[in-house]
C-alpha cells in the first residue's frame, strides 16, 4: 500500500528532477547567449561596422609656382594611381597575377611589388602603380568589381615644364620617407625635397581631407557617406621670368655657370641659372639609384646651385669695390695716376699686369676700361689688406645675401691677419687681392648684386624670389656722388670705349651697358713660375661679366659667371648680351 507519505515523496521527486532539467536547459540557453551576445559581440561589431564605414585621406592639390608672367615653373598634371589594402584581398597572388595579364607588368614588378606590399600595414593603401594616363588604367577601372581590394584613384602630380634650366631655384619633390611619416605626413604623398619645394613646402602642401565610405564585406564601394574637402596649397608666383631664364640658358650653352639677373630698385631676382642644371622630372617618377650616383659625382657637379652656394675668386670684377676704397680713403693714386710698365716689382719677384707690354700711363678711369692690374697692385698696397677687405665686405661681400634659398655660401673675404701665427699679410698677397685674386672668394649672387647696389646708388638689396615682395633694403652705404659717377663712367666706357675690354660684345646691345669684365686665373702664377700642368679645361681661367642697364637709368643688373671660361670678354659678356637685348626688346614692346 502507497502510503500518503510515500506518494507525496515521489511526487517531490519528479517535480525536483523537472526543474533540474528546465533549469538546466535554461542554463544552457543563457550559456549560448552569453557567448554570442557578449564573448562574440565585440568581434561582430567590428566586422560590421568595418563593413559599413571606411575613412580615407583625400590628398590636398599642391600650390603650383609661377613665374612672373604666370607661366608654369612647378604645375600639377591630372594621373592615375592603383592601389592595393592587403587586408581587402582575398588571394593576394591571384590579384597580382590578375592585374599582371591586365596591365601588362613583367615579373620583376610582380616581385618588386610583393616585397613593398609585405611592408605595407595590413589596413594601408600599398601603391601599385602611379602617374598613369586614364588610357592606361581604363581597362582596369572598368573591371574593379573582380578585384576586391584594389582601387584606381585619380589624381595630380608634380611636373617640371622647363626642369634642368629651373632645377636649381624650384627644387622637387619625393615620395614620403618613413622619417616624414613620423613627422606626420601620409603614405603616398610628396614632400619638397629641395630649391623652393623645400623652402615654401609649408605653404606650397595644403590641408588633407576625408573621405567617409560605405564598403561591404569584401570591400567593394556601396556608397559615398561624406566627404571633407581638401584645402589646395597656396600658389606662388615668382619673380623668375622664365623666357628670359631660357635665354641666358641658351647663351650660356653647353658651358658650366652661373646667370644672375635683378631689377635694381626691388631686388627681386629675373634670372637665376646654374648650370648644369639636372631633370628634376626624375625624382617625382622614382629616381633610380644609378641616375642619382651619376648626378652625385658628375665632374661639374649638376647639383650644386652656383649662383648662391659656390664661390669664386672676383678677378677683375672686384676692381670697383678697390676704386671705392682708394677714393673713399683718399689715397693720391685713387686721383692720380701711375705707369703701367706692365709688372710691378716686388723684392726679387715680378708681379704681372695682364698686359705683357703694359699700359703705359693709367688713372683710375682708364685702370677700370682696359682693366690694368698694376694700376689696382699699387692701390691695394696704398690701402692695405684691411681697408680692401672691409670695402668688400661693405658692398655685401663675405655675407649672405639673405635670399630665401639656403643654404648659401658667404664666399671668403681676408681677415685682419693672415694666421694665428703671421701677423701680417706680405705685400704681394694684398695686390693680388686688390684685383679679385688670392684671400678673396664670391657668390655670382652676390656679384649681381654688387652691380644692382653701384647702378641704385648704394642701396644693399636682399635678392627676392617673389613677384611683388616688398623691397628689403640690407643696408644703404654713404656714397659720395663723385665717387659714384666716376666708377660708373668707368663700368660705362668699359663697354662704350673702343678700347674697353668689353667693347666688342656689348657696344651694339640693345640698351647702354655699364659693367665690367673678370677674368679669374684658377692658379696664381708668379712671374717666374712655369706653366707646369696641362691644358685642361680644370686649369683654365674662370670669365666673369658684371654690370647694369641702361645706363642712363638703371633698370635690371646682372652677374654671368663661366667656370673655366677663359676671358670675361669674350667668353661671359656675349652672354649679358643676350639677356640685355632680350629684356630691353620686351619693355620697348611692352612701353
Ligand atoms: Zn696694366
Not at 68 to 78: D, F, K, M, P, Y
Not at 491 to 510: E, F, I, K, N, P
Request: aromatic share 8%.
Amino acid at each position: 500500500m502507497w502510503n500518503l507519505l510515500e506518494i507525496r515523496r515521489r511526487y517531490d521527486l519528479r517535480i525536483y528532477l523537472f526543474i533540474v532539467v528546465v533549469f538546466s536547459l535554461l542554463l544552457l540557453l543563457l550559456g549560448r547567449m552569453v557567448q554570442l551576445q557578449w564573448i562574440q559581440y565585440k568581434k561582430h561589431f567590428t566586422q560590421s561596422e568595418d563593413n559599413r564605414i571606411h575613412i580615407s585621406p583625400v590628398y590636398p592639390t599642391r600650390g603650383v609656382m609661377l613665374d612672373r608672367n604666370g607661366l608654369g615653373l612647378a604645375v600639377n598634371e591630372v594621373s592615375y594611381k592603383v592601389t592595393l589594402i592587403p587586408e581587402r584581398v582575398e588571394n593576394l597572388d591571384e590579384t597580382l597575377a590578375a592585374l599582371q595579364t591586365l596591365m601588362g607588368w613583367d615579373d620583376q614588378k610582380i616581385s618588386k611589388l610583393k616585397k613593398q606590399i609585405k611592408k605595407t600595414r595590413a589596413d594601408r593603401a600599398s601603391l601599385l602603380m602611379d602617374q598613369l594616363p586614364w588610357e592606361a588604367v581604363a581597362p582596369l577601372a572598368a573591371r574593379l568589381h573582380h578585384f576586391s581590394g584594389v582601387d584606381v584613384v585619380a589624381g595630380t602630380h608634380r611636373y617640371y615644364p622647363d626642369a634642368e634650366q629651373t632645377s636649381h631655384v624650384v627644387g622637387y619633390l619625393s615620395l614620403v620617407r618613413d622619417v616624414d611619416i613620423k613627422e606626420g605626413y601620409l603614405h603616398m604623398e610628396y614632400v619638397g625635397r629641395s630649391g623652393l619645394e623645400r623652402i615654401l613646402e609649408s605653404r606650397l602642401h595644403g590641408e588633407l581631407g576625408y573621405k567617409h565610405e560605405e564598403v561591404d564585406a569584401k570591400g567593394r564601394r556601396v556608397a559615398l557617406l561624406k566627404t571633407v574637402a581638401p584645402k589646395m596649397g597656396e600658389n606662388v608666383q615668382l619673380s623668375i621670368d622664365a623666357a628670359l631664364q631660357k635665354i641666358a640658358s641658351k647663351a650660356l650653352g653647353k658651358r658650366t655657370g652661373a646667370v644672375v639677373v635683378m631689377d635694381v630698385h626691388t631686388g627681386e631676382v629675373l634670372v637665376l641659372l646654374s648650370k648644369p642644371g639636372y631633370d628634376t622630372n626624375k625624382f617625382i617618377t622614382g629616381l633610380d639609384t644609378v641616375q642619382w650616383n651619376e648626378w652625385l659625382n658628375n665632374i661639374e657637379k649638376p647639383l650644386l646651385n652656383r649662383v648662391t652656394q659656390a664661390a669664386y675668386p672676383p678677378g677683375s670684377t672686384i676692381k670697383m669695390a678697390t676704386s671705392f676704397a682708394g677714393l673713399a680713403k683718399g689715397v693720391a693714386l685713387a686721383n692720380g695716376s701711375t705707369q703701367c710698365e706692365g709688372y710691378v716689382e716686388l723684392a726679387d719677384r715680378k708681379i704681372r699686369c695682364w698686359k705683357k707690354e703694359g699700359h703705359g700711363k693709367v688713372d683710375l678711369h682708364d685702370a677700370l676700361v682696359h682693366s690694368c692690374d698694376v694700376f689696382y697692385y699699387e692701390l691695394g698696397d696704398a690701402l692695405g689688406m684691411g681697408a680692401l677687405s672691409s670695402e668688400a665686405r661693405r658692398w655685401g661681400f663675405g655675407e649672405k645675401t639673405g635670399i630665401n634659398l639656403p643654404p648659401e655660401s658667404r664666399g671668403i673675404l681676408p681677415k685682419e691677419r693672415p694666421s694665428e701665427r703671421r701677423k701680417k699679410w706680405y705685400r704681394g698677397e694684398t695686390m693680388i687681392t686688390a684685383i679679385g685674386q688670392g684671400e678673396i672668394t664670391v657668390t655670382p649672387l652676390q656679384m649681381a648684386r654688387f652691380a644692382a647696389a653701384i647702378a641704385n646708388g648704394g642701396l644693399i638689396l636682399r635678392p627676392l624670389l617673389e613677384k611683388g615682395e616688398p623691397t628689403d633694403v640690407v643696408k644703404k652705404l654713404d656714397v659720395p656722388e663723385e665717387h659714384l659717377q666716376k666708377i660708373k663712367q668707368g663700368m660705362r666706357d668699359v663697354v662704350a670705349s673702343q678700347t674697353g675690354t668689353a667693347y666688342y660684345a656689348l657696344s651694339r646691345a640693345h640698351w647702354t651697358v655699364a659693367g665690367k669684365t673678370g677674368t679669374a686665373q684658377v692658379v696664381m702664377m708668379a712671374d717666374d713660375e712655369e706653366r707646369t700642368f696641362s691644358d685642361a679645361r680644370k686649369h683654365q681661367d674662370h670669365a666673369w661679366f658684371m654690370g647694369y642697364a641702361p645706363f642712363e637709368k638703371p633698370e635690371i643688373a646682372f652677374a654671368v659667371f663661366v667656370e673655366h671660361g677663359g676671358h670675361g670678354g669674350s667668353s661671359a659678356a656675349p652672354v649679358a648680351r643676350a639677356v640685355v637685348d632680350a629684356w630691353a626688346d620686351k619693355q620697348e614692346a611692352v612701353n
